[in-house]
């Protein structure tokens, strides 16, 4: 992997009169705490490597990548680079590692700030979903090029989900009441990569930090300054891993990939 972040391919692999140079974000700074103790989430092995390879690798499928930024955790870049040096991509998707922030979305600013000015589009992909299909980073990187200025691959839900009232303080613990119940055929989980032009990204991401707010998402920043966000359709193997239970689903697909395609 190349450190430059200068591509061989600037124009990726088609060369339509809009510009199109595509980069991937890939925010892995957090700590996983719901995982349990140990390394850094990113860093933890799924089927002996690491899971930040694993999701390196799956931007670089898509052929449209010709830059992939890697949030490392804050004081962790060094080390974040010598290991992706230990696996070097195939392809000609150059690879640049920066140090991340306290929070998703500071992360993400961070590795914005690293992608230069003739990328036009931006996909923001975490390296807690290490297994998302090349057709689902195809799909959403088609949605953008067509003209979507936000474009998030997403599911319907299988559970039915209720809106509560939170127990804070002194009754935290107790049942919580419920307040709602939302119509499940209108929602979605949402998944990465998101897609985006990216003035739009810049541009959402400036008018969060000025405001001095928060969203879990990208496309959440995108939807607060009034452009248009549209859902493709994910995959279930572009799951997050966060709980212990997801490290054990991770390895099965793996196992399974490796019995049918021999990867
Ligand atoms: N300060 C942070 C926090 C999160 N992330 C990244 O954002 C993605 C999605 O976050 P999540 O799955 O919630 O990861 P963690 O924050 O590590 O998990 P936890 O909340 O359990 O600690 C992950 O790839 C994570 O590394 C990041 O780059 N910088
Ligand atoms: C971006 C995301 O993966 C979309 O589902 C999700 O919002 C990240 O949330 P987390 O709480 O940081 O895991």
């Known amino acids: 992997m190349s450190a430059s972040g200068q591509s061989a391919n600037p124009g990726g692999a088609e060369s339509p009169a809009r ?26 092995p799924l089927s002996g490597t690491p899971m930040l390879v694993h999701a390196v690798r799956a931007m670089a499928r898509s052929r449209s990548v010709t830059l992939v930024v890697v949030v490392a955790p ?5 080390e974040v680079r010598r290991l992706l040096d230990a696996y070097p ?39 807690a979903r290490p297994l998302v299909p090349v057709d689902t980073v195809d799909a959403v990187v088609a949605a953008v090029r067509e003209g979507a200025p936000a474009v998030v691959p997403a599911l319907p839900l299988a559970d039915t989900v209720k809106q509560v009232e939170p127990r804070t303080g002194d009754r935290a613990g107790e049942p919580e009441p419920v307040v709602g119940t939302p119509e499940r055929a ?55 891993v966060t709980r212990p239970l997801d490290l054990v689903l991770a390895e099965a697909v793996l196992a399974r990939r490796r019995a049918t395609d021999g990867f």
Do not use: W
């Open 186 to 240: 209108r929602l979605r989980a949402v998944q990465t990569p998101q897609g985006f032009d990216r003035a739009t990204l810049v541009a959402a991401h400036e008018k969060i930090v000025l405001e001095g707010d928060g969203a879990t998402d990208d496309a959440g920043m995108v939807e607060r300054l009034g452009a248009e966000v549209v859902v493709v359709p994910g995959h279930e193997e572009a799951f997050k």
């Open 89 to 127: 991509l195939t392809g000609n998707t150059d690879v640049v590692v920066v140090p991340g922030g306290e929070t998703r979305q500071e992360s993400v600013r961070r590795g914005l700030a690293a992608v230069p000015e003739d990328v036009a589009i931006v996909l923001v992909h975490d390296a």
């Open 19 to 44: 510009p199109t140079r595509t980069a991937a974000v890939i925010p892995a700074a957090g700590r996983g705490v719901r995982l349990g103790p140990g390394a850094p989430k990113a860093l933890r």
């Open 74 to 78: 804050p004081d962790g870049a060094d």
